[in-house]
């Protein structure tokens, strides 16, 4: 199933897919994150009485959390999330098309089936859970969290295709959040852990 909105004059909004570029948007958006986090160490806590720069894992926590939600983004194709997904997929093959044809004159191609696995009830449970708690708890987090967030989102929405890797991580995340749903609801309606 393709959605398309038209955007202007001719121009036709249809990103189910990753292009070659989006998809080195994304990877550039991981390998970015992490370098930062390499080289900036994890501050006074992580240095230790040493006194020597150490790297607090800590600090990727929302970077991964928010790839964790841009995979289920990608797995509500019909809703809003989905939707805004789309978006992200454009733009990000958008931008890193122009930066491929600029820089190498080559053009992206798109890559294989983009995409995750469904959720079902209760996956949709646990995703529509998570994005109420995020939007009550929005100004708790600090700017710093929320950058580190937003591009793990985008990276995960360009990164979630449909082999390799990038298939097993999408398949857990997705699935984890189906098994968990239907954990939480049989233990709150059933009293029972399954």
């Given at each position: 199933m393709t959605s398309s909105?038209?955007?202007a004059a001719g121009e036709q909004f249809a990103?189910?897919?990753?292009?070659?570029a989006g998809?080195?948007?994304?990877?550039?958006?991981l390998i970015v994150e992490h370098w930062r986090w390499y080289k900036g160490g994890g501050g006074?806590?992580?240095a230790g009485a040493a006194g020597g720069g150490g790297k607090d894992p800590k600090e990727?926590?929302?970077f991964w959390f928010g790839v964790a939600f841009g995979i289920l983004m990608v797995a509500c194709p019909a809703g809003l999330l989905g939707t805004v997904s789309d978006a992200l997929r454009w733009a990000g093959n958008g931008a890193g098309g122009w930066v491929m044809s600029t820089m190498t004159g080559q053009r992206a191609t798109t890559t294989v089936a983009t995409g995750a696995p469904g959720l079902n009830q209760y996956g949709a449970l646990v995703v529509t859970?998570?994005?109420?708690?995020l939007f009550f708890l929005r100004k708790q987090f600090a700017k710093l969290i929320k950058g580190r967030w937003k591009k793990g989102?985008?990276?995960?929405v360009l990164l979630c295709i449909t082999t390799g890797t990038a298939a097993v991580i999408a398949q857990a995340t997705v699935g984890g959040a189906n098994d968990l749903g239907q954990?939480?609801?049989?233990?709150?309606?059933n009293g029972t852990f399954t």
């Open positions: 909105i038209p955007l990103a189910q897919s990753v292009t070659t998809f080195a948007v994304g990877m550039a958006l006074a806590a992580a990727l926590i929302p859970a998570l994005v109420l708690v989102v985008l990276c995960g954990y939480v609801f049989d233990a709150a309606t």
